[in-house]
């Protein structure tokens, strides 16, 4: 039941309009470099997906034999069209086209993960759709309906493409344990503190998921009566606080991973080695 703002407090009115966004007649109302944060955020995001998506197809160097060092981006390796030593869970599927990543099974739910996260909605929803741009800006889209139709409306299967990146950092993670026994035996160098450091992250970014707070601690009504999961809710919920961070350090430690890969297994330079 709705309320006629104008009529005396408490009577009921069925003609109240459904509220909708502030028009604001002007082009903007701000007098500072308000396109500043969305251009860098497209410019960021851009860079990533192109990187991305360049890599993904590429299907060279993504593997460096002698320190078994495999790039994110292409585990797990599951085809026999990957090169020797880069499948860690075999080789289930036979020969695929050029046309399709080798890590075909993981990519489309990272990219549904990335998608759906709460901030990175806010993120392209601002910058790319604007919508809004920023706070007292003119909107250039005549309607909104929010998330209540399609495309938009699949952004509530989140919680979903959350199981599935929880299930590939744990593979990241072996994948990066892996790394510590290359041809010589047991062994650290530079691009294992560089493994270690992106599933590290990857981890607080995946942890600190809204969806993992709701795992953790929702629809609880008595914290007292479920000690543990109020413990893990907490902490959870202090890694929700910087969960932006590390959705941007992410991207750039992903990149930067594939990059160290790339080069080494190129041969373009060699690994530091610290131990053997």
Not at 97 to 106: D, E, H, I, K, R
Not at 150 to 177: E, G, M
Not at 223 to 246: A, D, E, G, I, K
Not at 264 to 270: E, N, Q
Request: proline content about 6%; glycine content about 8%; hydrophobic content about 40%.
């Amino acid at each position: 039941m709705a309320f006629d703002v104008a009529s005396p407090a408490g009577t009921p009115s069925s003609d109240t309009p459904t509220p909708a966004r502030a028009s604001i007649a002007a082009r903007t109302l701000r007098t500072d470099r308000w396109w500043l944060p969305p251009l860098l955020t497209s410019v960021g995001l851009a860079t990533f997906v192109i990187y991305a998506t360049v890599r993904s197809f590429l299907r060279t160097d993504y593997w460096d034999a002698e320190n078994h060092y495999l790039t994110p981006f292409y585990s797990p390796c599951l085809s026999e069209s990957c090169v020797a030593g880069s499948s860690h869970f075999g080789t289930p599927i036979g020969e695929l086209p050029g046309f399709v990543p080798l890590a075909f099974l993981s990519l489309p739910f990272l990219l549904g993960f990335r998608l759906t996260c709460y901030y990175y909605r806010k993120a392209y929803y601002r910058s790319i759709w604007m919508a809004p741009p920023a706070c007292g800006v003119g909107e250039p889209h005549e309607r909104y309906t929010g998330e209540t139709r399609l495309p938009l409306i699949l952004q509530n299967v989140h919680r979903y493409f959350f199981y599935a990146a929880f299930v590939i950092t744990i593979i990241n993670t072996y994948d990066a344990i892996l790394a510590f026994g290359g041809e010589n035996g047991f062994g650290i160098g530079l691009g294992n503190l560089v493994l270690l450091l992106n599933v590290v992250l990857l981890w607080c970014y995946t942890l600190s998921c809204h969806s993992c707070r709701h795992v953790t601690g929702g629809r609880l009504k008595h914290f007292s009566r479920n000690p543990v999961r109020y413990w893990t809710w907490t902490q959870v919920s202090r890694l929700n606080t910087r969960h932006m961070q590390f959705a941007w350090l992410t991207l750039g430690t992903l990149v930067l991973t594939d990059l160290y890969v790339w080069l080494v297994s190129s041969g373009v330079i060699a690994d530091l080695r610290f131990i053997n």
